[in-house]
């Protein structure tokens, strides 16, 4: 076991161990892949991009570690490229419908929307069983009414009550995906409830208040002074917009268990925002070629932040069924835009 991938103490009583994980990229190393991989995508019209997808996702997964071991990424780029082809020539079908059959068109636009829950359980099956760890792949089993409540109904929901049940929506949405994960043949838990949600878009609110009727009253009321009301709005904006995402991430990975291990998420609102600001500024500076740099960076932050409690050794999960998933529902995804 790697010393730098494990902290904490190991108690007797409960044989409980905090596990970190930890991501090994550099980003000058994840640039020579990213470069190679747009030439020779553009250099093949195209064609290499499923290598290049393969190649970008090894990299990132070889180099997430959990107790002193990567994760695997098990895909093959024939088996990308297959599923690229046809959903690609789907969408060329769909394109000259469109231009001359109108009507072809809009039905065959009504039943991608009732396909769409479908192809988004494929691709979720997809990735999981591609992904594996200390040589058991994970799994994902869905149904086809589970998927079209979380991607539709709930969210529907939550726009009909004007926001009030959307932290409903977006527990419904981590519930499916979740819940429906298997690390080989043990399914992952998810205790988060309704409350905790409500929570976090209460003081979003509460918030939202407090900072933006002062402002709107400085605008409306103290001309002069109105230059002070945008830098308030766009202050408020980025805060609002870095507790959101630190407290849903954090709330995701502490309600997240695989049988008795659980585990833990400390993301801060400064830290995040330290690197989406120094990201940003730097990919703006070198005109686009500091992304790949940024997404190391990023990945290394998260990754710095999450924990597992371990309640045990890791090498007691079984590996489930071999079973056949295909690309497609992920390609299809990608090039009608409809990916999770």
């Not at 991607?151 to 529907?156: F, I, N, R, S």
Request: net charge neutral.
């Amino acid at each position: 076991m790697d010393d730098n991938a494990v902290s904490g103490s190991t108690s007797p009583s409960t044989s409980s161990t905090i596990l970190n994980f930890e991501f090994r990229g550099n980003g000058l190393e994840y640039f020579k892949i990213w470069i190679v991989n747009i030439l020779l995508t553009v250099l093949t019209l195209g064609i290499y991009s499923a290598w290049a997808t393969v190649r970008n996702n090894r990299y990132f997964y070889s180099n997430l570690y959990l107790d002193g071991e990567n994760f695997r990424y098990l895909a093959e780029p024939l088996q990308i490229l297959k599923s690229r082809l046809i959903a690609i020539a789907a969408f060329i079908v769909y394109s000259l419908l469109s231009q001359h059959y109108p009507m072809v068109a809009l039905g065959l636009a009504v039943a991608l929307i009732f396909a769409i829950p479908y192809f988004i359980n494929q691709s979720l099956a997809f990735h999981r069983r591609m992904s594996a760890y200390k040589n058991v792949q994970f799994r994902f089993k869905a149904g086809y009414g589970e998927a079209f409540m979380a991607l539709y109904v709930w969210p529907l929901i939550g726009v009909l009550t004007l926001g009030i049940l959307y932290p409903l929506a977006m527990l419904k949405m981590h519930q499916y995906v979740v819940r429906n994960s298997a690390y080989g043949t043990t399914k992952f838990d998810f205790t988060a409830t309704f409350k905790d949600y409500g929570m976090i878009f209460l003081i979003m609110l509460g918030v939202a208040i407090m900072f933006g009727l002062p402002a709107w009253a400085i605008m409306t009321f103290f001309k002069d002074a109105a230059f002070i009301s945008p830098i308030i709005l766009a202050g408020l904006y980025i805060g609002l917009f870095l507790y959101f995402m630190v407290q849903t991430n954090n709330l995701f990975f502490n309600c997240l268990a695989l049988n008795e291990h659980r585990f833990s998420a400390q993301l801060t609102m400064l830290g995040l925002g330290k690197v989406i600001l120094i990201n940003g500024f730097l990919t703006i500076i070198t005109l686009g070629l500091y992304l790949p740099a940024a997404k190391v960076r990023m990945t290394k932050y998260i990754a710095s932040c999450l924990e597992m409690d371990a309640k045990g050794p890791l090498d007691n999960f079984a590996a489930a069924e071999q079973d056949n998933i295909s690309a497609l529902g992920e390609e299809m995804g990608q090039v009608f835009d409809f990916a999770m």
